[in-house]
T-cell receptor
Framework: DAKTTQPTSMDCAEGRAANLPCNHSTISGNEYVYWYRQIHSQGPQYIIHGLKNNETNEMASLIITEDRKSSTLILPHATLRDTAVYYC?????????????FGKGTHLIIQP | ETGVTQSPTHLIKTRGQQVTLRCSSQ?????VSWYQQALGQGPQFIFQ?????ENGRGNFPPRFSGLQFPNYSSELNVNALELDDSALYLCASSYFWGQGGEQYFGPGTRLTVT
């Protein structure tokens, strides 16, 4: 699986949009981009994933660049409860017998 | 719809002992994966079970073993516990995992080895 690079930490003001970047320059054409978050000592929470097109759900939007070498997770209206470690993960489509490879993620801190 | 559940929540064992952790997958999910998360690190993939057979494994020794039952619940067994086995153990379930689906995690079991 391709590796990802994320900033170690980010701050965002409550109520503003939080934009979390991820670089995955070695991604291949059949690898998905997944985003999970983990609030302290809890299990990771699935947020969103995509292959080529931008995706949106009730939690967030995922913007993938046209060359697929980077992506941005957008939390449209951040709240204090969004403070967590956010993991960007690249996973091979059809890789049915593998798990997720977590890096160190981005520690997002929402400021009141 | 019930999410992924794990038991126990916390556990303290002594080095050399054996431990069994349990996981109930989310309704309708047929694939279960286990992860180990040491303090300050991201989760690491241990292995995966599909249709009651292990079909994928990370870089963990054979003393880490598991089972999946017909109802898709699962157990993680660790023999000859070592101090470094102290960690949060996470279970995750999925349905279309091989076709780009999502994996949902339980709350974890905190294992402390003394």
């Amino acid at each position: 699986d391709a590796k990802t690079t994320q900033p170690t930490s980010m701050d965002c003001a409550e109520g503003r949009a939080a934009n979390l970047p991820c670089n995955h320059s070695t991604i291949s054409g059949n690898e998905y981009v997944y985003w999970y978050r983990q609030i302290h000592s809890q299990g990771p929470q699935y947020i969103i994933h995509g292959l080529k097109n931008n995706e949106t759900n009730e939690m967030a939007s995922l913007i993938i660049t046209e060359d697929r070498k980077s992506s941005t997770l957008i939390l449209p209206h951040a709240t204090l409860r969004d403070t967590a470690v956010y993991y960007c993960i690249v996973r091979l489509s059809g890789g049915g017998a593998d798990g997720l490879t977590f890096g160190k993620g981005t520690h997002l801190i929402i400021q009141p | 719809e019930t999410g992924v559940t794990q038991s126990p929540t916390h556990l303290i064992k002594t080095r050399g002992q054996q431990v069994t952790l349990r996981c109930s997958s989310q309704s309708g999910h047929n694939t279960v994966s286990w992860y180990q998360q040491a303090l300050g690190q991201g989760p690491q993939f241990i292995f995966q079970y599909y249709r009651e057979e292990e079909n994928g494994r990370g870089n963990f020794p054979p003393r880490f073993s598991g089972l999946q039952f017909p109802n898709y619940s699962s157990e993680l067994n660790v023999n000859a516990l070592e101090l470094d086995d102290s960690a949060l153990y996470l279970c995750a379930s999925s349905y279309f995992w091989g076709q780009g689906g999502e994996q949902y995690f339980g709350p974890g079991t905190r294992l402390t080895v003394t």
